[in-house]
């Protein structure tokens, strides 16, 4: 599809078939299909994936069920369309500039220049704005206008009229100049040419497709992004030996080691060890969550206690991930209601041009004007209706939206929901890490009497250093900052509950109320 009025054709088609609602996207370049399961007509047969694509064959283009999205590690590193298009605006650019500068500057206009700037156009229109023609064609093969034919139709025009005009008018003579008038005179079509035109446009539009398609490319790797934060890799378990395979190679079943800042490879439950895991990368949730055997969880989360051996549960599509990317990848390909306005006007803009650029042609001949400036207006018409991102701005703005939203942690169920966001004038959060900075920070030390804050900073600090888990972390951090810690000796971690260590001689234990228990410490009411 290259224009907003190819997505309308295809749909259109589609939902003329029976029990068929499809929902065409041009920005995504998918198709959402939904097919009744009892057909209206008992003679009818229910459409399947094949009759679908079939049907958009017909209308002149190609289809494919979508495959599964993959790590953007497995994707070709420079795509085709892109690279074609980039050259094409390289080369269109490089000569209509020449062409564009001599007919705007009289005083650039040598002898024989219009036929300099034929040379130097002649490529734009035929190579450069190929993909144009070739759109057209194909679209007029199946009795289709496009915004395509639109682009082609002014191009092609301004070129051809400029042959004329060299060839059989006086533009073609030595010492012929171009002024500047702000109207069109009658008898003076013949002797103008339209080459800066044809070459312009063509750069300016090969530009903006070029933006388009590049604008495409990166907010559809939303959803690659969110696959991106699992593991590449899992320690599967044969014969109680431990072997290193891609996480496409586990199988329900399958037992595999998480080591301590390692990403479990998928969905699983807990066969043996105890540990705390970062759940943030799915729920937001900055505190880890202590696990134990038994206990459920989830892939690409992070391991950050001690190891895990885990029996794995869902793989590939039907872990949570997965499921997250889908509903990305389907809030993507959904249309909101000022899409749809946006698509109803693409796809009547291009006849509605059509009949305007005649009307101005058969206005100018009855009003006595000439057919060369009839022709002339008619081409102007052509020329400046060109939009072609009238059916884009709106659904990449979308895509763009969802996309962003999926890479900092918010999914948006469709774009429907977005654009109703214009509506909200209150957010209600049901946990601290949605909108904090999901790292802790110590706020405060409180000693019982008789003990010194910055003393009692300093041995937690010391133990804490060896531990990963977010809370030591910060208060090793914040012991840090008031100088360098002693070392600890006999440092010992005890899951879920804290750690334990020797610091200068003395005994320090670091956890909760239940581990200062057992050490037969109880603090003061006050302070817990």
């Known amino acids: 599809m290259t224009c907003a009025s190819c997505a309308a054709r295809i749909e259109k088609r589609l939902n003329r078939m029976p029990g068929v609602s499809a929902s065409v996207n041009y920005a995504t370049e998918k198709a959402v299909v939904r097919i009744d399961d009892v057909p209206a007509n008992a003679n009818e047969s229910r459409a399947d994936a094949a009759a679908l694509i079939a049907e958009v064959e017909r209308t002149g283009y190609t289809a494919t069920v979508p495959a599964p999205p993959v790590p953007e590690t497995d994707e070709p590193a420079t795509d085709p369309e892109l690279a074609s298009l980039r050259q094409r605006l390289i080369g269109a650019a490089v000569l209509s500039v020449p062409v564009i500068l001599l007919a705007m500057i009289p005083a650039l206009q040598f002898t024989y220049w219009q036929w300099a700037s034929l040379a130097l156009a ?98 559809s790797q939303a959803v690659r992004a969110l696959l991106e934060v699992g593991a590449k890799d899992a320690a599967l378990l044969r014969g ?183 509506r909200v004038d209150t957010v209600v959060l049901d946990k601290t890490g949605t909108v904090t900075e999901g790292r802790m920070t110590l706020v405060d030390v409180l000693p019982v009497p008789g003990e010194d804050a910055a003393e009692v900073l300093r041995l937690a600090g010391a133990v804490e250093s060896a531990s990963e888990h977010p809370i030591a972390r910060a208060i090793a951090g914040s012991a840090a900052a008031g100088g360098p810690l002693p070392e600890v000796e006999s440092f010992s971690s005890v899951a879920g509950r804290g750690a334990t260590g020797v610091v200068e001689g003395h005994a320090v234990a670091v956890g909760s109320l239940g581990l200062l228990a057992e050490w037969s410490v109880h603090p003061d009411a006050e302070i817990t």
């Open 122 to 219: 002649s490529p734009v229109v035929v190579w450069a704005a190929w993909p144009f023609h070739r759109a057209t064609a194909i679209n007029l093969r199946h009795g289709a206008v496009t915004m395509d034919t639109l682009v082609s139709m002014g191009v092609s025009a301004a070129y051809l009229w400029s042959l004329y005009a060299l060839f059989f008018g006086g533009a073609g003579m030595p010492g012929m100049t171009h002024g500047f008038t702000w109207i069109a005179q009658p008898g003076e079509a013949g002797n103008t040419i339209y080459l800066e035109v044809a070459a312009g446009v063509t750069t300016f539009l090969l530009l903006g497709r070029y933006l388009e398609v590049r604008a495409k490319r990166r907010a």
């Open 240 to 422: 109680g030996a431990e072997v290193r395979v891609p996480v496409a190679q586990l199988r329900v079943g399958d037992e595999f080691v998480v080591r301590p800042g390692e990403r479990i490879a998928t969905d699983g439950v807990v066969v043996s060890g105890t540990s705390a895991v970062d759940t943030s990368t799915i729920t937001g949730e900055s505190v880890p969550v202590e696990v134990s055997e038994g206990d459920a969880v989830v892939g690409a989360t992070v391991n950050v206690g001690g190891r895990l051996v885990v029996r794995a549960t869902r793989v590939g599509e039907q872990t949570q991930l997965a499921q997250m990317a889908r509903l990305v990848e389907q809030a993507q390909a959904g249309k909101a209601e000022v899409q749809r306005l946006a698509d109803r006007v693409a796809g009547v803009f291009v006849p509605i041009v059509i009949v305007i650029a005649v009307g101005t042609l058969v206005t100018w001949l009855l009003l006595g004007g000439g057919t060369a400036l009839a022709l002339t207006a008619a081409i102007a018409v052509l020329i400046i209706a060109c939009p072609c991102a009238l059916g884009l701005a709106t659904p990449t703005a979308l895509l763009v939206g969802s996309g962003r939203g999926a890479q900092l942690g918010i999914l948006i169920k469709g774009p429907q929901i977005l654009e109703s966001t214009r």
